[in-house]
């Protein structure tokens, strides 16, 4: 069983995805599940994990829509206001929904005083009390307070996306590695083998840059602690969803066949309870 972790749909409209650069224009346009249905018949993928790209209730409800609909699609970490103090009622309410598995706020947008603040991680053990995985959102930098926050919640399950977006681009492993490491101390804590290209040049990179970085994280986290995610349609700025599944599964041609498969799927399967 192969599943991919970590991909996103959207309607696509400047005003919501701003964060798409002009340069990424090939996927400045609607990404839905019949697109995404052909990719995953190609490459070989059994079963998705649909991943908010909005701060939004609405977009929340709507990609809940559409696992309702869709039957590869697994699992939802959608998005809800954390800090809000009607917290527990929008969880009970959205948690209705079979497959809401996790949630997601953007925190490589906010500032690292965010992660202490007491009301975000009061929603935090609003999600622990429902079994609902955290996805961690952040850049390289914010690592440190990243792992401040793991340990105020030691019975939360969290899940690292992209690596924690480390400065591939520049050729950079530290402090990276080293606070990747600390933070798989944390038996709580995953990762997903997503989102590296679009930190690396898009127009540039290689298997054998990317390698190094491969090698921190499944030296840190081991096999069973990693996801294969693509980020698509992020992803399709620079890689194809065939060519990003045939890298990570060439980077994992040391582990056992069992280790691979862990990791392919198996681990998404068991951490998102799916």
Not at 109 to 119: C, F, I, M, N, V
Not at 204 to 224: H, I, R, S
């Amino acid at each position: 069983m192969t599943l991919d972790s970590h991909h996103h749909f959207w309607r696509y409209n400047e005003a919501d995805y701003g964060w798409i650069p002009p340069a990424w224009g090939p996927i400045r346009r609607d990404f839905l599940p019949a697109d995404l249905a052909q990719e995953i018949a190609t490459a070989g993928v059994d079963g998705v994990i649909t991943v908010q790209a909005r701060q939004s209730l609405v977009e929340t409800e709507w990609i809940l829509a559409l696992a309702a609909d869709h039957g590869f699609i697994r699992g939802v970490v959608g998005w809800v206001p954390l800090v809000d103090p009607a917290i527990g009622e929008h969880l009970d309410r959205l948690g209705a929904h079979p497959k809401l598995r996790a949630l997601r706020h953007v925190l490589q947008g906010e500032s690292d005083e965010y992660l202490q603040r007491a009301d975000f991680n009061y929603g935090i053990t609003e999600l622990t009390r429902r079994g609902l995985v955290y996805d961690l959102l952040i850049l390289e930098r914010q690592l440190p307070a990243a792992i401040a926050l793991v340990d105020r919640h030691p019975e939360q399950v969290f899940i690292l996306d992209h690596i924690a977006k480390p400065r591939i681009a520049d050729g950079l492993l530290e402090p990276w590695a080293k606070n990747i490491r600390e933070l798989a101390r944390r038996p709580n804590v995953a990762c997903k083998l997503s989102g590296m290209v679009t930190e690396a040049d898009i127009a540039t990179w290689t298997p054998a840059q990317l390698q190094p970085y491969f090698e921190v994280v499944l030296a840190a986290f081991g096999p069973n602690r990693l996801l294969f995610g693509s980020d698509w349609p992020v992803c399709l700025a620079g890689v194809t969803y065939a060519r990003w599944k045939q890298t990570v599964a060439a980077s994992l041609s040391a582990l056992s066949a069992a280790e691979q498969a862990a990791v392919m799927g198996e681990n998404a399967a068991r951490l998102y309870r799916l």
